[in-house]
């Protein structure tokens, strides 16, 4: 059931140049049911002139709490600019769940989680949900950022995916000159995919980002012979 109700923020930390991950509380202190992959609709009210600017965004951490964390990439718009001079404190108000995008544990022990830059969020929630089970899929995560720096909460990411015993693997499409990385770079493709998840046609593919990202892994699973029904993937914009 979809609840519209205030929340407060509690939280806005700068994780990456680019992304703030902003925790808002419930008022009420009530949980919100929902499957992780799932998203949220957030919205700013202003005082006085009665506007509202509301926007979806992926919630990234699992259900069960009365939080609920998002990943946003600053981008000045219209919220996010209203976020950028947020405090904690403030009143927003959210109404969730929505989304097909939905990770059934019992969907597969093996599974393809492929990620661009905010898109990572729904994978936290995942991760975070896997782990609160106890349950030990094999998951490998491909995630694509834009620069090195842009990986959002690297420690606790690499730590879920460590005590998982997964896989993680970070492409850099626009390194530096003078970058230090030494991972993969490029946008992910059908080679990436079949280097790190040869078994691929095994697995459950999860994929969620902007729209070319999802577009263009979607015909690379087709083409590595991935059948449609294997692959769940959720689209922005
Ligand atoms: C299901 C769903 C889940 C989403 N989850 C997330 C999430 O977890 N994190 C997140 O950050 N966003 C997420 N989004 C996008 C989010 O809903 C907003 O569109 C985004 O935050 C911009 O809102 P805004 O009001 O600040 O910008 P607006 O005032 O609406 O302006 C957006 C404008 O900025 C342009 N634009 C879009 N992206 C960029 C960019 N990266 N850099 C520069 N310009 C850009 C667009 O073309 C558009 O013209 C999600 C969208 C959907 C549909």
């Keep these: 059931m979809i609840v519209n109700k205030p929340y407060i923020l509690s ?26 992959g799932m998203f ?34 600053m981008i000045g718009g219209q919220l996010t600019s209203k976020l950028a001079g947020a405090k904690v404190g403030d009143l927003y108000y959210i109404s969730a769940p929505y989304g097909q995008f939905k990770f059934d544990i019992n969907s597969g022990n093996r599974l393809l989680f492929l990620a661009g830059g905010t898109g990572l969020a729904p994978f936290y929630s995942m991760l975070e949900f896997i782990i609160s089970k106890g349950a030990k899929p094999d998951i490998v995560l491909i995630y694509s950022v834009k620069y090195s720096d842009e990986i959002i909460e690297k420690e606790k990411l690499e730590g879920m995916i460590a005590q998982l015993g997964g896989k993680l693997t970070v492409t850099v499409t626009r390194p530096k000159p003078d970058d ?3 991972g993969d770079t490029g946008h992910v493709n059908a080679q990436m995919i079949s280097k790190y998840a040869p078994d691929v046609k095994e697995r459950i593919s999860y994929i969620c980002g902007p729209p070319e990202f999802v577009k263009a892994l979607k015909q690379a699973l087709a083409g590595l012979g991935v059948p449609e029904r294997e692959i769940r993937a959720e689209m922005w914009g």
């Design 180 to 182: 230090v990385w030494k």
């Design 11 to 36: 939280g806005a930390e700068k994780t990456t140049p680019e992304v703030t991950t902003f925790t808002f509380k419930a008022q009420d202190s009530t949980t919100v049911d929902f499957m992780p």
């Design 40 to 73: 949220a609709m957030l919205a700013y009210h202003e005082d006085g002139t009665g506007q509202k600017i509301s926007r979806a965004y992926s919630i990234a951490n699992t259900p069960n709490s009365d939080c609920l964390k998002f990943f946003i990439s």
